[in-house]
C-alpha cells in the first residue's frame, strides 16, 4: 500500500519487466532465479503474471479471443473454461467485444488473461481501482480463493480494507519507494496509526 506516487506501480512495472523504469540497484528474484533486467515477455515466461492498472484488454478482440490471445503451455492448468468458471459473467459475454465490457468485466478478463499463463506470482496493480462494491466483492472471493490454492498474489492497493482481507503480510511505501512498514493485517487493525500517519486516511 502507499499514497499515490509513492512508487506502487513503479515496482509492479520493475517486477514485470516493463519499461521504465530501469531496475539499477538491488534484485528481482523468481522461486531463487535471478530475472532482474530480463525482457517482459521472459518474465512472463519465466512464471509472473500481470493484471496491470487501467485493465488493458485488448477492446477490439472478444472475451474467448483476449483470453486465447495469451500463450501457454500444453500442460497448464488454466483453460478458457476453467477462467469461465470462475467468472461465469464473462462466458455470457464470450462474444462480445471487450471495450463492450463494463470495468467490473474487463477487471474479471484481466484477471482470468494473466491466469492463461499460468503465473506461479500474480501481480495486480490498483486491482479495486474503479469498481462498485457488488463487483468488488466477487474479485475479492476470487482472489481469496486464489490465495487458498497456494497461488502468490502481490497486489498493489490504495483500498487499505481489501489489502487487509487478502493480505499474509503488508508493506506500506513511503517517501522515494522505501517501506515505511511492514507487517501483518492483525497488527495494523490492532493499531491503525501506520494507515493514518503513511496513507493519510
Request: glycine share 12%.
Amino acid at each position: 500500500m502507499g499514497r499515490n506516487g509513492m512508487g506502487k506501480t513503479t515496482l509492479i512495472r520493475a517486477i514485470s519487466g516493463i519499461r521504465p523504469p530501469n531496475v539499477i540497484g538491488g534484485s528481482i528474484e523468481l522461486d531463487g532465479v535471478d530475472v532482474t533486467g530480463h525482457a517482459a515477455h521472459r518474465i512472463a515466461r519465466a512464471g509472473i503474471g500481470l493484471v496491470p492498472q487501467g485493465r488493458q484488454v485488448f477492446g477490439s478482440l472478444s472475451v474467448r479471443e483476449n483470453l486465447a490471445i495469451v500463450p501457454h503451455g500444453s500442460g497448464s492448468a488454466w483453460t478458457i473454461e476453467r477462467v469461465f468458471a470462475m467468472f461465469p459473467r464473462l462466458e455470457e459475454r464470450t462474444r462480445a467485444a471487450a471495450r463492450t465490457l463494463s470495468g467490473g468485466e474487463q477487471q474479471m478478463l484481466a484477471i482470468g488473461r494473466a491466469l492463461m499463463t499460468a503465473p506461479s506470482l500474480l501481480l495486480m496493480d490498483e486491482p479495486s481501482e474503479g469498481l462498485a462494491p457488488a463487483v468488488l466483492r466477487v474479485i475479492e472471493e476470487r482472489l481469496q480463493a486464489l490465495r487458498e490454492s497456494g497461488l502468490a498474489v502481490l497486489v498493489a492497493e490504495q483500498n487499505v480494507d481489501l489489502a487487509l482481507a487478502l493480505g499474509d503480510r503488508v508493506l506500506i511505501l513511503g517517501e522515494a519507494g522505501r517501506i515505511a512498514w511492514d507487517g501483518v493485517p492483525a497488527d495494523l487493525a490492532a493499531d491503525p496509526r501506520p494507515v493514518h500517519q503513511y496513507l493519510g486516511l
